[in-house]
């Protein structure tokens, strides 16, 4: 191909390209976006804003443990008393979507005799329920019904907030004013004024630790003593990243 023929089919190349909308957007790119800098003094800070609620949930869990030297029996005792369980949780009005099977196992139990093998000796089935009650103040009387019903192992009570968004955005618009305040008080000190907000980030909102679990109860002790749950006050926090400029 000549040098004119050449130059002919770039310029027909060219005609072609740019009539293809998709290729010519391709080609022309709007220029990369640029973080602006800061012409002042930076200011980092990290502040954490809290707000205070009382739990209005308490989930506990609940279930039964039996043993039998057979394991089908083992299952079945456990399977009957947890039946009953069951039947208690709805009798009190607890609603279906508050019951979840959390955990079903079966396991051999052996007995260890030194320089003997182990000896099998029987199971052990467990079969427990996470229960969310929604009457904090009542599920201590719930968990004494369980009892008698045949529950032998309760565990918790882990307590939170059924709709946690508003006491987290109330710690979030605390954290700005708490970083807003510090940021004038840096900027008072250094004989400085504010200029803006450079950038705000979020590490994230947390509630304070629950009690700790209730230990394994014992049916008889528990059937005899009167259950009381508190709920108490829990905190909610969120932590902010935030960058001032300062002149």
């Known amino acids: 191909m000549g040098r004119f023929q050449m130059n002919r089919f770039l310029f027909a190349l060219a005609i072609g390209t740019s009539a293809?909308?998709?290729?010519?957007?391709?080609?022309?790119?709007?220029?990369?976006?640029v973080s602006q800098s800061i012409s002042g003094t930076r200011l980092d800070l990290s502040v954490t804003g809290e707000s205070t609620r009382v739990p209005d949930i308490a989930i506990i869990s609940a279930g039964v443990v039996t043993r039998a030297r057979a394991?089908?029996?083992a299952m079945q005792e456990n399977a009957q008393r947890m039946e009953r369980v069951?039947?208690?949780l709805r009798a009190v009005g607890i609603a279906e979507r508050d019951i979840q099977t959390s955990n079903i196992s079966l396991n051999p139990e052996y007995h260890h005799q030194e320089n003997q093998p182990p000896r099998l000796t029987g199971y052990t089935a467990s079969n427990q329920v996470n229960i969310r009650f929604?009457?904090?103040?009542?599920?201590?009387?719930?968990l004494d019904v369980l009892v008698v019903q045949g529950a032998n192992q309760i565990n918790g009570p882990t307590l939170t907030l059924d709709k946690p968004q508003l006491a987290l955005d109330e710690a979030r618009a605390n954290a700005v004013a708490i970083g807003g305040a510090r940021a004038q008080l840096y900027a008072s000190a250094l004989r400085m004024q504010v200029v803006r907000v450079v950038s705000l980030s979020e590490s994230g909102g947390y509630h304070s630790p629950p009690p700790q679990p209730m230990a394994e109860r014992d049916g008889m002790a528990m059937a005899q003593a009167k259950t009381e749950i508190l709920p108490g006050e829990q905190k909610h926090q969120v932590t902010l990243s935030m960058v001032f400029e300062l002149r």
């Open 71 to 73: 394991a089908a029996a």
């Open 134 to 142: 929604r009457d904090i103040r009542n599920s201590g009387r719930v």
């Open 86 to 88: 069951i039947a208690a």
């Open 20 to 33: 293809l909308p998709g290729v010519a957007q391709a080609q022309v790119m709007p220029p990369a976006t």
